[in-house]
């Protein structure tokens, strides 16, 4: 099965201050018809996640442009240019071109 | 708008099956793949079972193969999770899931597996 693995696993940040997170995969996530299936899940706390990208750097509509994905293959990239204080929660990436799907453990961002 | 609405969770024994439901509006839900994904409690999010558009081909994880079963019911925009011969380690909140790239979630239910 391939093994989605997210670092740092907390991330305290400082409001106004940029935020990375980087999600690898055991497996490269290329599909066989081009699209690469690396999608990007926001938790906040007492709520049920909320897509925020999709297939890497797409994001969700609503999603403040201050959220941006990227990276290509096993490699992946969220990152927050500013972060404000309703980004506080989980973050977590979900490869969605293998089976079993799987996602990351999570990264919990807070406000420092 | 994307409205999923589970139902059915609650306190179950171990050994003892349950079936989850999700009632599905604001999209024409049988052009749509569905999931299940579930959260236990503190923990973070485990895909577990997802379904075709037409109810043909469906998928699980390893974890809840040949207990669970997906299904749906496109005259009613409902998706059922059936789960036999729960285990303790299946305790968690289930969601329900829109489509393969999972862009809508609902509230989800919570399944307790105790004694």
């Known amino acids: 099965d391939v093994v989605v693995t997210q670092s740092p696993l907390s991330l305290p940040v400082t409001l106004g201050q940029p935020a990375s997170i980087s999600c690898r995969s055991s497996q490269s996530l290329v599909y066989s018809d081009g699209n690469t299936y690396l999608h990007w899940f926001q938790q906040r706390p007492g709520q049920s996640p909320r897509r925020l990208i999709y297939k890497v750097s797409n994001r969700d509509s609503g999603v403040p442009d201050r959220f941006s994905g990227s990276g290509s293959g096993t490699d992946f990239t969220l990152k927050i240019s500013r972060v404000e204080a309703e980004d506080v929660g989980v973050y977590y990436c979900m490869q969605g071109t293998h089976w079993p799907r799987a996602f990351g453990q999570g990264t919990r961002l807070e406000i420092k | 708008q994307v409205q999923l609405v589970e139902s059915g969770g609650g306190v179950v024994q171990p050994g003892r099956p349950l079936t989850l439901s999700c009632a599905a509006s604001g999209f024409t839900f049988s052009r749509h793949a569905m999931q299940w994904v579930r959260q236990a409690p503190g923990k973070g999010l485990e895909w577990v079972a997802l379904i075709s558009y037409d109810g043909t081909n469906d998928y699980y994880t390893d974890s809840v193969k040949g207990r669970f079963t997906i299904s749906r019911d496109n005259s009613k925009n409902t998706l059922d999770l059936r789960m036999t011969s729960l285990r303790v380690e299946d305790t968690a909140i289930y969601y329900c899931?829109?489509?393969?790239?999972?862009?809508?979630w609902g509230q989800g239910t919570l399944v307790t597996v105790s004694s």
């Open positions: 899931v829109k489509e393969w790239g999972a862009d809508s």
